[in-house]
């Protein structure tokens, strides 16, 4: 019935929607409306999305529904319906529904008539749009797996004087914007990428001036809260300072998931720098955290350096490592790039890191930066054989995406040929956490 001519009654049975196959092959959209409060944060296009997520999950063959053309009235008397959606689909015309619908990869199968008799915009016509799920197999008893793959985007951030936070984050939501047009699942932000700000506070002194950095931290959340709401993407956000109530300075990050909701992470050590200059105190909090597409874990530059950390997290069920970064030297990047691929052999998982380049010269103690980032895996044979599955260009401004598969992982840890996880001697070490 919906591959041809019909009206919206006809299709939804009078709106008791009783016309519903439970063995059809094809998803029919009936409407999607977003509440006027919670506008421009790109909450049409991620129900669009879960619509597909719908369609493929359920091995379905499309999506197909009716569309209103609403601006096809101030053009039809001089244009048919077919030439005003050939001007649409040539963005020669904007048409608020049509405009958006083909902007989401559906195509229009035909024009339909009275489709909504009353629906004097459109001039009683509408389009019948589709979606081919390129997945759809078709029926069958074999078993097939879900798909398991996990896209990463990584950005290897440029230090630049930067007057305001919204000059920061004009360029944070360019990088955002970019890597989720990748369909990326995760990005990856460097430590402390806010530095420029400190500029501000430089007649202060080294010490004060991460405390006035400090100041921008809850608001630096809550922006990354929007984008990743409007952008539909897992952020990591690197990392920044924080001034607890009891009065001490962390190093902290966020993990913040595309519905909204975040936790925090700390930077266990510090270095030696960090407590001179800035009078850093080191956090307590070793933790994994669940995701909707893997579990993960974050370690802040220095703290990938001690094997400790993400041993634990690994017992905790971990698969993705991300650890953002921020390293002045050559031979201190070395520190954390060997001990990152280190992490991922022997904790069999996938470690992404992420540093930044340039120069910040009137910001005391943030001169110089130099970093590679990259995608590292386990040293097997499903896996590449340098344990490298991808890396960016040093020293140079730039987003790096990649594919992890953590089906490959599984496989890892039991048929392997060395497994670093279950060939631990328990009967002769353990290792835990302390109770605080």
């Known amino acids: 019935m919906?591959?041809?001519?019909?009206?919206?009654?006809?299709?939804?049975?009078?709106?008791?929607?009783?016309?519903?196959?439970?063995?059809?092959?094809?998803l029919y959209g009936i409407e999607v409306f977003i509440h006027p409060d919670y506008r421009g944060l790109r909450l049409a296009r991620r129900m669009y999305e879960y619509r597909k997520e719908l369609c493929e999950k359920l091995n379905l063959k499309a999506i197909m529904f009716g569309g209103r053309i609403p601006n096809y009235y101030k053009y039809a008397d001089h244009m048919r319906p077919k030439e005003y959606i050939e001007k649409v689909r040539s963005r020669q015309i904007y048409d608020p529904v049509l405009t958006f619908q083909l902007s989401n990869d559906f195509h229009v199968r035909k024009v339909m008539m009275n489709y909504l008799p009353n629906d004097e915009e459109s001039k009683h016509c509408a389009t019948l749009l589709q979606w081919d799920n390129i997945y759809y197999q078709p029926p069958t008893t074999d078993y097939v797996d879900k798909k398991t793959t996990v896209r990463v985007g990584l950005v290897q951030w440029q230090m630049r004087p930067y007057k305001t936070l919204d000059d920061v984050f004009e360029q944070v939501e360019f990088f955002v914007d970019a890597v989720s047009d990748y369909k990326s699942d995760f990005i990856l932000f460097p430590e402390y990428f806010n530095a420029p700000l400190m500029a501000k506070f430089n007649h202060l002194g080294e010490a004060q001036s991460i405390r006035g950095l400090a100041q921008y931290t809850e608001e630096i959340r809550e922006r990354f809260v929007n984008l990743a709401i409007s952008y539909n993407i897992n952020i990591i956000t690197g990392s920044m300072p924080l001034l607890k109530e009891d009065g001490a300075l962390y190093n902290v990050g966020y993990l913040i998931r595309r519905d909204g909701s975040y936790e925090m992470y700390e930077k266990v050590h510090v270095t030696p720098d960090e407590q001179k200059s800035w009078g850093l105190s080191g956090g307590k909090m070793v933790k994994t955290f669940d995701t909707d597409c893997a579990r993960i874990g974050v370690l802040i530059c220095y703290d990938v350096e001690f094997p400790e950390l993400s041993r634990i997290m690994a017992d905790q069920g971990m698969q993705i490592l991300f650890v953002p970064f921020l390293t002045d030297t050559q031979n201190g990047y070395s520190r954390v790039r060997v001990c990152a691929q280190a992490r991922?052999?022997?904790?069999?998982?996938?470690?992404?890191?992420?540093g930044s380049v340039g120069n910040l010269p009137r910001v005391h103690n943030m001169d110089i930066q130099y970093a590679q980032s990259g995608v590292f895996t386990p040293c097997d044979f499903a896996f590449p054989t340098d344990g490298?599955?991808?890396?960016?260009?040093?020293?140079?401004?730039?987003?790096?995406?990649?594919?992890?598969?953590?089906?490959?992982?599984?496989?890892?840890?039991?048929?392997g040929s060395v497994r670093n996880l279950r060939d631990r001697r328990h009967d002769l070490y353990e290792l835990r956490v302390k109770k605080q």
């Open 388 to 415: 490298k599955r991808a890396e960016a260009t040093p020293n140079t401004e730039m987003i790096l995406v990649s594919d992890v598969d953590l089906d490959l992982l599984n496989e890892l840890h039991t048929y």
């Open 344 to 354: 991922a052999i022997e904790n069999e998982c996938f470690v992404v890191i992420a």
């Open 2 to 26: 919906v591959k041809g001519d019909h009206t919206y009654a006809k299709v939804t049975g009078n709106e008791t929607f009783n016309t519903h196959n439970p063995n059809g092959n094809i």
